[in-house]
């Protein structure tokens, strides 16, 4: 398997040379359902698609407690979740107080079989011709690139 990109312009107005840049940017061909990842689990493992899910969604609540309770969670066969946040410089320590934190995010950090994959991959360019969008000759604007990529989407799944 390998990575698909497209190649990107954008035009940059800062620094000591100004003017249009190109780079090659991933392009993700959808988003793939938990459904399909449950499926293909209860098929290689031979175990039911009801135990696989009951599995991962009992994963995700304790995820969230141990997270929530500032616990980083190493899965070995996954990788390491950390919860983390930003939080306002003050000048002084009395001013530090919980209303200076916000951005309260999780970071990943994937497990060495999970890197070691990532460091076998390949990339090659991504076979798209889509009629108005693109000269394949040319690289896309970040505009064009949003809208090639809102076309490819899949509505991304909503579990509450």
């Known amino acids: ?39 293909n689990i209860a098929q290689n493992t031979q175990v039911s698609e009801a135990v696989v899910f009951s599995v991962l969604k009992g994963l995700e609540m304790q995820l969230g407690q141990q997270l929530e309770a500032g616990a980083a969670v ?7 979740f950390i919860p983390t946040f930003d939080a306002d410089a003050k ?18 950090f994937p497990s060495l079989y999970l890197k070691d994959i990532a460091k076998k991959t390949k990339a090659e360019k991504a076979p798209i011709d889509i009629t108005g969008l693109q000269n394949y000759s040319e690289a896309l604007t970040e505009e064009q690139y949003d809208q090639l990529v809102k076309a490819n989407q899949q509505p ?3 579990d509450d």
């Not at 107005?13 to 940017?25: E, I, L, M, Q």
């Not at 190493?74 to 390491?80: I, K, Y």
């Not at 009395?94 to 990943?108: E, K, L, M, P, W």
């Open 156 to 158: 991304d799944e909503t």
């Open 91 to 108: 000048t002084t320590l009395a001013q530090v107080d919980a209303s200076t934190i916000h951005r309260y995010r999780y970071r990943f």
């Open 1 to 39: 398997m390998s990575f698909k990109y497209v190649e990107v312009q954008r035009n940059s107005h800062v620094g000591s040379n100004p003017g249009t840049r190109y780079w090659a940017k991933i392009f993700r061909s959808g988003t793939v359902t938990a459904d399909t990842i449950v499926r």
């Open 74 to 80: 190493r899965l070995p066969f996954v990788g390491m």
